[in-house]
């Protein structure tokens, strides 16, 4: 069914609609990776937002049973240059636009996609409805409590030989468990909202805050009792977790232009100097300025606009970044920050028993 | 970290001439990794031999040794410069095996020279398999398994533990022969032992065949700093088995997943570092279409045609910062300048894709095999952009030149010849797929036969699905949609005049009512997420156009060359770099088009506007439109420019220099006869023919030998020199070629090249070229001496004036080359190009005449400041032909009309031998001069004896072989004769025992198969002999003294010895 795209700013884009045709709206943002839609579309921390993709053939590979972040696709909605619909993979089950019908996700098909991602750069904050009526009006209230939306209700355990890590959902994506399990951690993963004391009882030998959607200063009310948690176990803060750490050791957040959301952003290493290329997915970023260097120093920045992409505690064995070491989609040069963080939990769990 | 302060002078070596598998892409990136390190204020020494390149203009080296690239050559040139660091990864496996030569022979520790860029021995690892293998295995990544046997049970034993399909490499055979891929223990037994008998040492390589599975290439780069980035993935339609070279290619890859691409990313990422390489690699991997396992096929630690294609495939300058790289910054310091404002540690993301398909030089060697294997086959390639795969694929197409525009051949084959055909990959399979589902098979039949994936024949099936909706209306009841549809999905506007029997105006008509045009995108390296300024475009039509079109300023569209070929090679992008750089510099606006990856025309900061884009008419005018421009330049690009001159001209466009109507004036026989009359200047007696008979009434009328061609060809296609009536009619009825024909007199006299610049009155003449084979053998393919020593003051005089009348007369404006022949007391004019030619270039290097700058001057109507013949220089240049024969199994190399060259070098000098020598010996192990006591094989046809009386004395000293008839010519003359060989396998046998320096064999009827001639010169080119087919070529190499190698001199040398007159 043809159908169109408006945009806050009043541009208008014709395609064919797929998956829910009854449409969607929500902040419109833009990923440049050329590969993983999958892993994109079940990402929650793109709760409330239409993606539009950067690459104009999407759906070649399918969908696989393998690579979703979460258990359904998160995002509002997709818009898409070129949709396949003759996939060839080996693993592929399911079309795109079988999925987004099967799970209600409204997407649109045969847009100019680079046009509207000059838009958002030029922009910023740009909202956008997929729609059958190009008179509507865009809504452009940002999502607000997606958080609480997507995070986890109860505790889930996954065993393991090695330290016990319990990591905060503020809408995780599950290659950050599967990083952890794979290196032999158990872990529990546990409501964005539960207290030290709970924590506590799960007695745990690390801390993972993990990614999750929108403003993190919606997190404000949670952030003494975190701050609590953080301090008395090591440690490791991924994406909002990032910026939450930054914002209970007083530094204050702010929105980027137009946010990094790909799979080759460059950051460097301040102390060993070295370059890695990371996948990003991030709309806030954490102003170097507000930075408590009392606490915190900042140890990745990135290479292109030099904002700060990861913080580490100055005496606590807390360390925080800003991109996605645990990859999917995007490389994964950065997959050691687990296994230190994993040391880590070891070594000072070790202290404590000795 | 900083550059190194420490190195202030770097020998950078090119790749020397064009061969097959070697070609621009390396001009290209030498000429951007030059220029990078020179504005890094290091002053650069370049070897390179290669006239026709851009590299060795004066504004890109320092130093510039248009010598030898032997180790002799080197070593002189380093003792003379003391370079601090020598580059060698920008000069292709040529630069590399002459670093690694210069190593072992001790060269660059004696004069403490740093190897930049890649270590010694990783050049090594990648070049040696079995290094590479065991490598591989250290760091654990898989390679293919495979062993050496000795025996049929051996192979047998092998195969059972991995695993059919298995790969039968015989051991020192060459291009794979008496190989095969067997695909059960039945077939292996055959295999295996065809494979011993034809290894000379009875040995064969059992490798597992990955045949069929995805070929993934990644490009990678890594600093000193261990930083490594992927520039691009790229993915072969054509599954492994055939040559990344020899397939279609697309950027990025289609169907992996993101785990998949991110883990062939990490192994490469792996392998670049266990490598240690510093700047790019290029990694090739094979993945199994049906699991997550592969294989690593091979690396390439170096620039490549690969890098290039991904460089212009994703704007990232991979010359460029790997000689950055090489000089000791890291990524995170060096800024990428497509966009001013990332740096070259982020990875290009793109947002369309690209398609590269190569160009064969089928059309020209009707003999040769097509089939493509490990072996390359291309000269050149194409690459098109665009933002679905369909459009992105018929583009490409319609930019090969080979009279399709779009994805459709004419066929003459049955349901089971197509079914059959489409098994084995050749040039046209592409075009046979689209016809078998034209036919109805469908994608899992052609899957099952092709093993291309899935992904690309959907697209295929797409194409041809829009054709047959299409068919379904008339030109008055298509409906918008379809033909939006059509358009979309890269339809030529031609492709729908003809299935509609309408015109092309009819066609853009409905465009311009619908209010439709392409948009035009820029290729920014990073998906639109930066603002970038630099101004490279490809069409599209969807979407919003970006392309803010400039006003006020004049502006000028020099058309390209299009993709390399046999005939219209190199130097066409020269001409056209010069002629964009000379309007930029008049403060003319310069846009050019070209849709060849490998040229420094396509780099982003040659034109002020570029545009990717096939050079078809319809595409030529989009822009035309688009840009408002005030007219085309049609000289620089070839014969693809010219070609498009008319068709413009009467679409109403402007075209700068020798009008339309004087371009057909040389072109025309007819016309060209009439103005050669009306000049009083003479020309060979010719006749157009339409039939078997009128050609034989003219060959008779003419007398024998006659030339017969078709006309209208580039390089000599399908001409031949015929002695009798039993050879045209042979020729007649092989000849792919249709009436008419062209029957001139052969008159077997010195050729002489020209090329002048016309001003429409006055002509400037840099010099005369003397061709060293008589007429008959193409001007690609001969040796040619600059300026020409045999020609007398009045011959010059007679020369320049038929030149000067010619130009005049048609009121040539820029560039013309003209061919003339001399007999005894007549100078008669062969051929009239309006237009640039091979020796443009060359000219331009040796005079320091700036040609094509003058040559735009004058079509933008200024006035030559000097003119006449100008004095001759003061050494020699001699253009040397060089041929790819060897990768091209079914062709005679025998000289002839038809050219066969893919590529040339200059040699220079004061003495004319020593330039002779460096032209023929201009390589390690390629024709080195005689000495006394060498081996030299003869054998002469009966006019060759007649001729070789009297020159017999220069062979006394040397070892003879020949063939009966010439065994007893020479004893006659009282010549020793060391053997009599009567088959061509004797002479491999010989080759064994004592070395055969060279082969004289001059042909009586060429390319005959079977024949004793065409088998010798077959074995010649396996056993790397050079083997001479002129008389004419070897009397010159015969005249070059082993030893007599002068002191190598910096071009800018040869040039101060001489005021040229200022121009």
């Keep these: 069914m043809k159908g169109y795209i408006v945009l806050s700013t009043g541009d208008i884009f014709e395609g064919e609609l797929f998956g829910d045709q009854r449409g969607c709206s929500g902040e419109l943002v833009f990923n440049t990776g050329m590969t993983g839609y999958q892993e994109v579309l079940t990402d929650p921390s793109y709760a409330g937002q239409i993606v539009t993709f950067t690459y104009p053939l999407i759906g070649n590979y399918g969908v696989n049973m393998l690579d979703d972040e979460s258990i359904r696709p998160v995002c509002t909605g997709l818009v898409v240059g070129n949709l396949c619909q003759t996939p060839s993979h080996y693993q592929s089950n399911n079309t795109l636009s079988e999925i987004a019908e099967q799970y209600g996700l409204s997407g649109i098909a045969g847009v100019d996609t680079r046009a509207i991602t000059h838009i958002i750069r030029e922009h910023g904050l740009v909202f956008g409805k997929i729609t059958t009526d190009p008179s509507e009006l865009v809504p452009t209230k940002p999502a607000t409590g997606q958080v609480a939306a997507v995070s986890t209700k109860t505790k889930t355990k996954h065993s393991g030989e090695g330290p016990h890590i319990v990591m905060f959902d503020f809408g995780y994506k599950k290659s950050i468990l599967t990083a952890l399990l794979d290196k032999g951690c158990a872990v529990t993963v546990v409501p964005y909202n539960t207290n030290f004391k709970e924590v506590a009882e799960l007695n745990p030998d690390g801390i993972m805050l993990t990614n999750g959607p929108g403003d993190p200063k919606e997190m404000l009310p949670h952030l003494p009792e975190l701050k609590k948690i953080i301090e008395a176990y090591p440690t490791f803060a991924i994406c909002l977790g990032h910026q939450i750490v930054a914002l209970a050791y007083g530094a204050d957040t702010d929105r980027l232009p137009y946010g990094h959301r790909g799979s080759n952003h460059p950051v460097k290493n301040l102390k060993t100097g070295k370059v890695y290329m990371t996948s990003q997915n991030h709309g806030y970023m954490v102003k170097e300025s507000s930075i408590n260097t009392k606490y915190l120093e900042v140890s990745y920045i990135n290479v292109n606009d030099k904002s700060v992409e990861g913080l580490t505690h100055r005496y606590l064995p807390i360390s925080t970044v800003q991109f996605h070491p645990e990859a999917h989609p995007g490389p994964s040069d950065t997959d050691p920050l687990f296994t230190e963080f994993i040391q880590q939990c070891q070594a000072i769990g070790e202290k404590n028993y000795a | ?1063």
């Excluded at chain 2, 020179?38 to 006239?51: Q, Y």
């Excluded at chain 2, 024909?741 to 090329?755: A, F, N, Q, R, T």
């Design chain 2, 1 to 1063: 970290m900083p550059k190194f302060e420490h190195i202030k002078k770097i020998l950078v070596i090119g790749s020397g001439p064009i061969i097959i598998g070697q070609a621009a892409e390396f001009d290209y990136a030498g000429a951007q990794a030059c220029l990078a390190l020179k504005e890094e204020g290091i002053e650069v020494v370049l070897v390179n031999n290669n006239p026709a390149t851009i590299m060795t203009d004066e504004e890109v080296a320092d130093k510039i040794y248009m010598e030898p690239l032997t180790v002799a050559s080197l070593e002189a040139i380093i003792a003379k410069e003391r370079p601090d660091g020598i580059l060698p990864t920008l000069g292709g496996q040529t630069g590399l095996n002459l670093a690694v030569e210069l190593a072992d022979a001790g060269i660059i520790e004696r004069y403490n020279v740093r190897l930049l860029g890649t270590p010694l021995d990783t050049i090594k690892k990648g070049e040696d398999r079995e290094e590479f293998k065991r490598m591989m295995i250290e760091i654990g990544e898989p390679v293919p398994e495979s062993k050496t046997v000795n025996t049929v049970q051996e192979a047998l034993d092998f195969a059972e533990e991995i695993d059919y399909p298995v790969i039968v490499r015989p051991a020192y055979t060459l291009g794979g022969y008496g190989g095969g891929i067997a695909g059960d223990a039945a077939e292996l037994q055959e295999v295996a032992k065809r494979g011993i008998a034809a290894s000379p040492i009875e040995q064969i390589l059992i490798e597992r065949s990955v045949k069929g599975w995805k070929e993934i290439e990644y490009e990678v780069m890594r600093d000193s700093n261990d930083t490594c980035i992927i520039v691009c993935n790229m993915e072969n339609l054509d599954p492994v088995g055939v040559h990344t070279g020899d397939s279609i290619v697309v950027a990025p890859s289609q169907t992996l997943t993101d785990r998949q691409y991110q883990m062939l990313r990490s192994v490469s990422t792996k392998v670049i570092r266990a490598l240690g390489v510093v700047g790019g690699c290029n990694i090739q991997i094979a993945l199994d279409p049906y699991s997550e396992q592969y294989y690593l096929i091979e690396v390439n630690p170096r620039v490549s045609r690969s890098s290039a294609l991904a460089s212009k495939a994703t704007g990232y300058p991979i010359a460029r910062i790997s000689a950055k790289l090489a000089i000791g910054y890291h990524l995170d310091e060096v800024v990428n300048p497509i966009t001013g404002y990332t740096y070259a540690s982020f990875e290009p993301a793109i947002d369309y894709i690209v398609t590269k398909i190569p160009r064969w030089p089928f059309d020209k060697f009707p003999q040769a095999n097509r089939s493509l294997g490990t072996q390359m086959k291309a000269t050149g390639e194409v690459m098109s952009l665009d933002r679905n795969f369909e459009a992105s694929l018929l583009k490409g197409i319609r930019s090969l030149e080979i009279g399709v525009h779009h994805l459709q051949l004419e066929l003459n084959l049955t349901d089971e010849e197509l079914a059959e055909g489409i098994v084995e990959a050749t040039d046209t399979r592409i075009f046979l797929v689209a016809e078998a589902m034209r036919r109805g098979m469908t994608v899992e039949q052609i899957h099952a036969k092709t093993e291309i994936d899935p992904f690309f024949l959907y697209s295929i099936e797409k194409i041809v699905q829009i054709e047959k909706q299409l068919a379904s209306y008339s030109w008055a009841t298509v409906p918008e949609e379809l033909l939006k549809e059509a358009k979309l999905r890269g339809f030529a506007d031609v492709t729908l005049k003809e299935m509609y029997q309408i015109s092309l105006d009819d066609v853009r008509n409905r465009w311009k009512q619908l209010g439709w045009a392409p948009s035009y995108k820029l290729v920014d390296t990073c998906a639109a997420e930066f603002v970038a300024a630099t101004p490279y475009y490809y069409s599209t039509w969807q979407g919003r156009d970006e392309v803010k079109v400039s006003e006020g300023k004049k502006k000028v569209l020099v058309l390209g060359s299009g993709p390399i070929r046999i005939g219209q090679g190199i130097e066409f992008d020269y001409c056209s770099v010069h002629a964009a750089k000379s309007l930029k510099r008049l403060g003319i606006e310069a846009v050019v088009i070209n849709n060849n990856p490998e040229t420094v025309s396509t780099d982003f900061n040659t034109a002020d506007q570029l545009y990717f884009e096939p050079l078809a008419l319809e595409d030529v005018l989009n822009v035309v439109e688009k840009e408002q421009v005030d007219g085309v330049m049609v000289q620089f690009g070839g014969q693809t420019a010219v070609n498009l001159a008319d068709p413009l001209s009467q679409m109403g466009v402007q075209i700068y220099g020798t009008s339309v109507s004087s371009i057909d004036m040389v072109e025309d026989r007819d016309l060209f006869y009439q103005l050669l009359k009306k000049l009083d200047i003479p020309h060979i007696p010719g006749i157009s023919v339409n039939s078997e008979q009128e050609a034989i009434n003219a060959a008779v009328k003419l007398e024998y030998p006659v030339l017969v061609r078709p006309s209208y060809v580039i390089g000599g296609r399908g001409m031949v020199v015929l002695n009798n009536t039993e050879e045209l009619v042979s020729y007649l009825q092989e000849t792919t070629f249709s009436f008419p024909l062209l029957v001139d007199k052969y008159i077997s006299g010195m050729e002489v090249e020209v090329d002048a610049i016309c001003d429409g009155e006055q002509v400037l003449v840099p010099g005369i070229f003397q061709h060293v084979e008589r007429a008959g053998v193409h001007s690609g393919d001969s040796m040619a001496i600059f300026p020409a020593p045999s020609l007398n003051e009045l011959q010059k005089a007679t020369i320049t004036r038929y030149t000067e009348d010619i130009a005049r007369e048609i009121k040539a404006k820029g560039l013309i080359n003209i061919q003339l022949v001399i007999a005894g007391e007549r100078i008669y004019v062969l051929e009239v190009n309006p237009r640039a030619s091979r020796t443009v270039p060359i000219i331009s290097k040796i005079t320091g005449v700036p040609m094509v700058e003058l040559a735009v001057k004058a079509q933008l109507g200024q006035k030559l400041e000097s003119t006449g013949l100008l004095a001759d220089i003061p050494f020699f240049a001699v253009k040397g032909p060089v041929f790819s024969t060897v990768k091209l199994s079914g062709v005679d190399p025998a000289l002839g009309p038809e050219m066969k060259s893919t590529g040339e070098v200059i040699g220079l000098s004061y003495q004319i031998q020593t330039a002779l020598g460096k032209a023929l010996h201009w390589k390690e192990g390629i024709c080195q001069p005689l000495e006394t006591g060498d081996a030299l094989f003869i054998s002469l046809s009966d006019g060759a004896k007649e001729e070789m009386k009297g020159k017999l004395s220069a062979l006394s000293g040397l070892k003879i072989l020949a063939t009966p008839g010439t065994a007893a010519y020479l004893q006659q003359h009282g010549l020793a004769v060391e053997a009599v060989l009567t088959k061509a396998a004797q002479v491999k046998e010989w080759h064994q025992t004592t070395e055969i320096k060279a082969i004289l064999n001059t042909p009586t009827v060429g390319n005959k198969q079977g024949r004793f001639g065409f088998e010798l010169r077959q074995v010649a080119v396996q056993l790397n002999i050079p083997c001479f087919t002129s008389l004419d070529t070897f009397q010159s190499y015969l005249q070059v003294k082993a030893g007599n190698v002068s002191d190598p001199l910096d071009l800018n040398v040869y040039l101060q010895q001489k005021e040229r007159v200022q121009i």
